[in-house]
């Protein structure tokens, strides 16, 4: 097997569900903590010209975006998994909510963490309406489920999981959601599971 080499951000929810991944399936990798100077650089922009992590390497293939590098990890290393079905409607509902967490996940609680933690230049008040309409739907779809899209954890679960788990860095209050909190616990309890570094909440989080 080659080298697998992950350029990342601890504090990345990105990074972070590729990193649980990795993990997850027992695969080595070498890690490489990219900064934002570092994004900027020639030698990361041929890896990925949008200066964004992670990047995965692993020999000749070079793949950016974090989907599509969990996508690719299955593929290659672990395709008969639970993590990607091969029935057409379970593949179709995992990838309904890989669309989730590039969305509405991203652009809800993860937009609202990256303004309230790292003073990213985006619209607070759109994060909070984003996460106010996501959050409801996704406590009603896993009153009766276990997981998101079968009955075991799969892509889906990793790609939306760091950013709300991570909601109350954006000032995101979790406590109303009983069965999100309940879907926390079990990704939390997978072999391989690792948490993002803890960031100092918010000032509204806190009160």
Request: with cysteine.
């Amino acid at each position: 097997m080659s080298t697998i080499t992950l350029y990342a951000l601890p504090v990345s929810g990105h990074s972070h569900r590729v990193e649980l991944l990795l993990r997850m399936l027992d695969l080595p990798y070498d890690y490489v903590s990219v900064d934002n100077q570092m994004r900027k650089n020639n030698e990361f922009q041929q890896l990925n010209p949008w200066g964004q992590v992670p990047v995965l390497v692993d020999g000749e293939q070079v793949i950016a975006d974090s989907n599509a590098i969990m996508v690719y990890l299955i593929k290659r290393y672990a395709p008969a998994s639970h993590w990607l079905p091969q029935d057409a409607v379970e593949a179709a509902q995992t990838q309904q909510w890989l669309g989730k967490a590039a969305g509405e996940v991203r652009y809800g609680p993860g937009s609202a963490r990256l303004i309230k933690q790292f003073g990213v230049a985006e619209n607070y008040s759109s994060a909070l309406a984003v996460t106010h309409r996501l959050l409801p739907h996704l406590e009603q779809h896993l009153g009766s489920r276990q997981f998101l899209a079968t009955a075991q954890p799969t892509l889906a679960d990793l790609a939306c999981y760091s950013y709300i788990a991570a909601a109350p860095e954006g000032g995101i209050d979790l406590q109303p959601y009983p069965a999100i909190r309940q879907w926390l616990a079990r990704i939390e309890k997978l072999p391989g599971f690792f948490s993002m570094p803890p960031l100092p909440l918010p000032d509204s989080a806190q009160e």
